[in-house]
């Protein structure tokens, strides 16, 4: 149990201040808002395709399971700085007599220091056009508070900060962590997250493969660069 509350823990510390928002500028995340509008567009695109499609049904099935990515979010990262760790997933729709769909699709990642911010971050995106109507629309940049709930701990509402990316990008919702070593060792292999805003959950996710993750996230951190940037794990 005591693990379990550590990253509920370091949250709550750094609830107390937004002053993340003023030291991450939202073009440290250009690679991280390149990989997520290609997914979008993935998705939005293979929501249409025929049931035939076998692609499109491996694509599903693989969204729904869920994947991490790995990748340095600020291009022309030094070694060691701005490492990420993404972890993608869907909810499975399914409507008689048709075609299973994706719904509630939702991306946590955690980032590691970059620059003059020497803390880390746990961020939340919406995945899909559909999931990006549920996230609240608001300049970048704008503290909020907001519930959050991590797997079988209490929720507990903290301070967030919402960041555009790039135009056409999802938006980033992002709570301040006071290392990424506070943020790691809160890590469990399976974990879930549900984040509400003003009383309507906006966010429900649940990871696996965590220690996995955590162990990629330690070799960037130690300066090994990932392949071509970014590398993904089923």
């Excluded at 990253?7 to 937004?18: D, G």
């Excluded at 701005?82 to 699709?105: I, N, Q, T, W």
């Excluded at 991306?107 to 996230?135: C, H, I, Q």
Aim: proline share 6%.
């Amino acid at each position: 149990m005591i693990r379990t509350q550590l990253l509920a823990a370091a949250l709550v510390a750094a609830s107390l201040s937004c002053q993340a928002g003023v030291e991450v500028q939202s073009e440290s995340f250009d690679v991280l808002a390149s990989v997520m509008e290609t997914h979008n567009k993935e998705i939005d695109a293979r929501q249409t395709l025929d049931a035939a499609k076998e692609e499109a049904i491996r694509y599903r099935e693989a969204v729904i399971a869920g994947w991490w990515e790995f990748m340095q979010a600020r291009s022309n990262a030094a070694p060691g700085e701005y490492c990420a760790a993404s972890f993608l997933r869907a909810k499975r729709r399914v409507e008689p007599g048709k075609v299973d769909k994706m719904k509630e699709g939702v991306v946590v990642t955690l980032f590691g220091p970059g620059g003059s911010y020497r803390g880390a971050l746990l961020a939340f995106s919406p995945l899909g056009d559909e999931s990006a109507a549920a996230f609240p629309k608001l300049p970048s940049g704008t503290p909020l508070r907001v519930t959050l709930t991590q797997g079988n701990t209490k929720p507990v509402t903290l301070n967030a900060i919402y960041m555009e990316t790039r135009p056409k990008a999802p938006p980033l919702l992002a709570f301040a962590v006071p290392s990424i070593d506070a943020l790691m060792k809160g890590m469990e292999d399976t974990w879930s997250f549900d984040v509400s805003y003003q009383g309507r959950s906006i966010a429900n996710i649940e990871w696996h493969d965590g220690l996995k993750a955590r162990a990629e996230l330690q070799k960037c951190l130690a300066g090994a660069p990932f392949d071509n940037k970014r590398r993904r794990t089923q």
